[in-house]
């Protein structure tokens, strides 16, 4: 079953992945990276990372892509990209880094003699991620953690302001002196 | 139907990591590349979960929701920078941002 939902999923998340990658259309690259999103929710759930799965389906599939579409929308969609190749081979030269690294890396996660799975004690249950769980874990083990990305969303969020409110200003100001 | 091993998701998390990688480096569009980091930063999300698993501890998920913010946050404002260049320049090609002027 598992194995079942593994291939479907993993198909999914791979073909989203590769869209969003080759889109021209910056619109079709985001429902790309969407399906990719969703699929990982579908593992997340497998794995038992129940509240991991629902925040990533609210807050990954649903703000942050609507965010992202949102700037599509804004920018505009029918903007042609410039596709030619600034530097020589660099794509060629991509293809071949990355099969390589995706080589190593399967390999090194596959293979027998380097598998990290042996340092796992064998046959351990796996970790029930329900609310009551995480939220336990997150208020104490992790409790400074906590509080300092609370300061990071408090700096990001004034940041933003401060992008959208105090630019154009600046910029008027730039026009009024030329 | 074989068992699916942890190391299933380490593999499958490591090509789309890469397809990230790859498509950070290739694309110029602005938006697109971000897309690319989320997309790296959800691969690294999916190896800590199967990690998680594996080692039966919930660490592996609680790691998730701090990536989660910071990956959040990375969003917010780097949407309000191609947005605010843009206003200047009206293009999210990045390859036109090859000159240093404040």
Do not use: C
């Amino acid at each position: 079953m598992e194995a079942v939902l593994f291939i479907i999923f993993g198909a999914v998340s791979l073909a989203g992945a590769i869209a969003m990658v080759t889109a021209k259309n910056p619109v079709y690259a985001a429902l790309g990276l969407m399906a990719t999103l969703f699929s990982l929710a579908v593992f997340y759930i497998v794995n038992l990372a129940h509240l991991v799965a629902a925040v990533q389906v609210i807050v990954y599939a649903g703000a942050v892509m609507t965010l992202f579409l949102f700037v599509i929308m804004l920018i505009g969609v029918d903007r042609s990209e410039d596709t030619s190749e600034t530097l020589r081979f660099q794509r060629p030269l991509v293809l071949i880094v990355g099969a390589g690294v995706v080589g190593l890396a399967v390999a090194a996660v596959v293979a027998d003699e380097w598998s990290w799975t042996p340092l796992a004690p064998g046959g351990v249950e796996a970790p029930n991620g329900t609310m009551a769980a995480v939220a336990e874990q997150l208020f104490s083990v992790w409790a400074l953690p906590f509080e300092a990305v609370s300061l990071l969303l408090i700096v990001a969020s004034i940041g933003a302001i401060a992008l959208a409110f105090f630019a154009p200003s600046r910029r008027r100001k730039e026009k009024s002196d030329a | 139907m074989p068992d699916v091993d942890p190391s299933w998701y380490m593999g499958l998390a490591a090509v789309l990591f890469v397809i990230g990688a790859a498509g950070l480096l290739t694309r110029r569009n602005a938006l697109i590349m971000f897309m690319s980091v989320e997309l790296m930063l959800n691969a690294v999300n999916l190896t800590f979960v199967a990690a998680g698993r594996a080692y039966g501890v919930l660490d592996g998920q609680l790691a998730v929701f701090f990536v989660l913010v910071v990956a959040a946050a990375e969003v917010v404002v780097g949407l309000a920078i191609i947005v605010a260049v843009f206003h200047t320049r009206t293009t999210a090609n990045v390859d036109a941002l090859s000159e240093m002027k404040g």
